[in-house]
């Protein structure tokens, strides 16, 4: 009988047959596949990871386990007085990775931003719709098609953005993953080629790893970048273990065949700090998990619907079978830990008789609906599935029948855009720059069709939005802020679910791993001991 290789034998394997024996190797375990490798479409936490944060740069960076905002690929930057333009000095000698794919023959320059950039933007770019169905999500539900007027080469490294109004998070928002730098150089080679789906599937970038292969929904392989500007990691090897349940990665990270693992079951995560190789690390998340509701759709176009079935969810039960003591009951659209915080506003009450007599009151009687469950965990929602079983019997007790339905992450997500979706559908959200627009912006009206799941245009949010966005004072802006959440909370557009923590395990032998209050996993600066 032959045995199976276990993972990591496979790969110990796979390192002797290539010479690489003596290579300083981290394996991540994470949670699911990315859907490519260009950081700009994909809009995944998964994706991220796997591209942006280690294949790309940015003009901006956040510091590491910090919402501060430092250098990146831009050494400086100035802002006129008026706030209207930002002109950035790149840093000199930033080269592209060199692969078996692509060898570079010019630094990074004032083209590649541009490209970057207008890639998104600007329809007749040849490159707008080089990936069939998907779109822009962030550049477009941030409204940056309307914010930018121009980006200008002022001469090789030096760029300048020209902005319609001011904005006062467009420098945090050039730090996302959105915002990484991608090679002109490349995408002119893969053009000349007739080959523009390799830029998704064959990444090129400035950052800390190189990419070198993906088995589909089974392992990513890197490499240290030995041209990266930040100095040569000292992981030779960097690899992704896609395993989509979080028992089976902590049984791996336990067993060896993972040093670091993301999102554990929160009833592994006792059995995992008990585990004498392993340290936990945790930290508050700056997070939420939502369910939207499809506000175009009746009845949930009527809020008094909405507010019923908010009020029928024993959110208590929730956090006690999902959360485990790991997470908060959410009462607005932004995490406690954020500033701006409204903390005047009351949750929906539970209560399933009010509700059973709110839904008769509308006119609304043997109510059948969908609850979308993600079929993934993720730091907001660990178990979406039980999540929507406990939902689905609290809609039973006022006479509403749920059907739970899933797919494929990607897919998952791609579903939930369209504008005739049926019933409420479960995501949720993990701040990318410290701001607090960073979380508004998901019910704003430029973000239909992007990441507004509820499909929600309001006015009077949208308005308080954009004032928000346009004024620098932070006092002025808690207030508009805080009255958004008023409106939010009256309209209800989301039942907010909760605010988790978060936790990291992984073997002693990692160190230099920082958790980042923005939900990302990057592996520049971490180490292991042999």
Not at 169 to 175: I, M, T
Not at 232 to 260: H, N, S, W
Not at 329 to 347: L, Q
Request: aromatic residues 12%.
């Amino acid at each position: 009988m032959k045995k199976k290789l276990t993972f990591a034998a496979a790969l110990l394997a796979a390192s002797v047959l290539g010479g690489m024996a003596n290579a300083k190797q981290l394996v991540y375990c994470s949670e699911a596949s990315p859907a490519g490798f260009d950081p700009s479409p994909w809009s995944g936490g998964n994706d991220f990871d796997a591209s942006s944060r280690t294949i790309y740069s940015r003009l901006v960076e956040f510091e590491h386990g910090k919402t501060t905002i430092t250098p990146g690929l831009a050494e400086s930057w100035t802002v006129s007085d008026d706030g209207l333009e930002y002109t950035f000095k790149l840093r000199p000698g930033v080269k592209f990775q060199t692969t078996d794919y692509f060898t570079p023959t010019r630094d990074l320059n004032a083209d590649d931003v541009i490209f970057s950039f207008e890639r998104q933007w600007k329809k007749e770019n040849p490159w707008f719709d080089y990936l069939a169905g998907t779109g822009w999500e962030y550049f477009a539900g941030m409204g940056f098609p309307d914010l930018l007027k121009e980006i200008v080469k002022v001469d090789d490294l030096t760029v300048k953005f020209v902005l319609n109004k001011p904005e006062v998070a467009f420098l945090p928002d050039l730090g996302m993953d959105f915002a990484s730098i991608v090679s002109k150089e490349y995408a002119d080679q893969l053009d000349k080629a007739g080959t523009r789906q390799q830029f998704t599937q064959k990444p090129i970038g400035t950052g800390p790893f190189q990419f070198v292969d993906y088995q589909v929904d089974a392992v990513i392989r890197y490499a240290a970048w030995d041209g990266y500007y930040g100095g040569r990691q000292k992981i030779d090897d960097l690899i992704f273990a896609i395993t989509t349940d979080p028992a089976v990665r902590a049984q791996k990270l336990k067993a060896g065949e993972c040093d670091i693992m993301s999102y554990p079951a929160p009833a592994d995560i006792a059995g995992l700090q008990a585990d004498p190789n392993l340290k936990v690390d945790e930290q508050e998340g700056l997070n939420i998990g939502y369910m939207a509701y499809n506000t175009t759709q009746a009845p949930f176009d009527k809020v008094e619907v909405r507010k019923a079935l908010n009020m029928a969810v024993n959110k208590q039960a929730i956090l006690d079978a999902v959360y485990q003591g790991a997470g908060q009951a959410a009462i607005n659209p932004i995490p406690p830990t954020m500033w701006s915080y409204n903390k005047d506003i009351k949750d929906d009450p539970y209560d399933p008789d009010a509700a059973k007599k709110m839904l008769a009151d509308a006119g609304v009687t043997d109510l059948s609906m969908k609850i979308w469950a993600m079929p993934v965990s993720r730091p907001y929602n660990p178990n979406a599935k039980r999540v929507a079983e406990l939902i689905q019997a609290d809609y039973a007790k006022i006479g509403v029948k749920a059907e739970i339905v899933s797919y494929e992450w990607t897919e998952y997500r791609e579903r939930g855009k369209q504008k005739d979706r049926d019933g409420a559908f479960q995501l949720g959200w993990t701040g990318d720059n410290g701001d607090p627009d960073n979380f508004l912006f998901l019910l704003g009206c430029d973000a239909i069709g992007q990441s507004n799941y509820a499909i929600w245009c309001n006015q009077e949010f949208e308005a308080l939005l954009q004032k928000g966005k346009a004024t620098t004072d932070v006092a002025e802006r808690t207030k508009i802020y805080e009255e958004a959440q008023v409106v939010f909370k009256r309209e209800a557009p989301w039942l907010t679910i909760a605010h988790s923590k978060v936790f990291m395990p992984m073997n002693k032998k990692v160190s230099g791993f920082v958790m980042d209050p923005l939900g990302i996993h990057r592996f520049d600066g971490v180490d292991v001991t042999e």
